[in-house]
Each structure stands twice: as C-alpha cells, then as structure tokens.
C-alpha cells in the first residue's frame, strides 16, 4: 500500500509560479515510478509529468515542456512539481499518483495509487 498526500496549490497570476509536492509513504516504493496528473471541470484527467525514483529521463506533456520540471527527493520520499508561466487554461486539480508499470507512466489508467488532488487556480 502506498499513501500519497499533495500540497502546494493555491491561486496565482498567470506568468506566475506554484511548486507542488508529493509527499509518499509506503512500501517498496522505488518500484513505483510517479506521475503528476491534471483535471480541470469537464474535461478529462491528463498527463503532465513523470519520474522514477531510480533517476533517468523524466518525462512531460508537450504543453508543459519547459515550463514544468519534475523532482524527487528520494530521502523524503518526495516528488515536487515546479511550475513556471502559469496560464489560465491550466487551473485544474493536480494529482500525485504511483504506478509499479514504469513504462506506462502517462496513461491514468494505470495506476495504481492515487493522491487526493491539490487544486491550482490561475487568474487571468
């Protein structure tokens, strides 16, 4: 079983920037490679990053690519969300979720543990 707990939203200008946590607890959690999702109302949850806690490449949506970096703090069980040039169209609620399936980490489908969310809200 893994917990996951987000912090960090809250509401921002657009341009501007919002760090987001996950902090993980749990067993056998370096098997686990953990992604950050995203749902604004009516729409779908997305894809908007991911990292192993082993290291290697991380991976990102296109529309956050170089402005979003993924982190990890392995000796607190961690992973952080870094979020530069807000804009409006990406207030949503942020989810931390963990999956044992390292190569599928962009599809929501599965995984396996999910956090409650953290909502961002950026004004225009």
């Known amino acids: 079983q893994v917990q996951l707990v987000e912090s960090g939203g809250g509401l921002v200008q657009a341009g501007g920037s919002l760090r987001l946590s996950c902090a993980a607890s749990?067993?056998?959690?370096?098997?686990?490679?953990m992604g950050w999702f995203r749902q604004a109302p009516g729409k779908e949850r997305e894809f908007v990053a991911a990292?192993?806690?082993?290291?290697?490449?991380?991976d990102y949506a296109d529309s956050v690519a170089g402005r979003f970096t993924i982190s990890r703090d392995n000796a607190k069980n961690t992973v952080y969300l870094q979020m530069n040039s807000l804009r409006p169209e990406e207030t949503a609620v942020y989810y931390c979720?963990?999956?044992?399936?390292?190569?599928?980490?962009?599809?929501?489908?599965?995984?396996?543990?999910w956090g409650r969310g953290t909502l961002v809200t950026v004004s225009s």
């Open positions: 979720a963990a999956t044992r399936m390292t190569s599928a980490v962009r599809k929501a489908g599965v995984m396996d543990y």
């Open positions: 749990g067993r056998n959690l370096r098997d686990y490679a």
């Open positions: 990292a192993r806690w082993s290291g290697g490449v991380p």
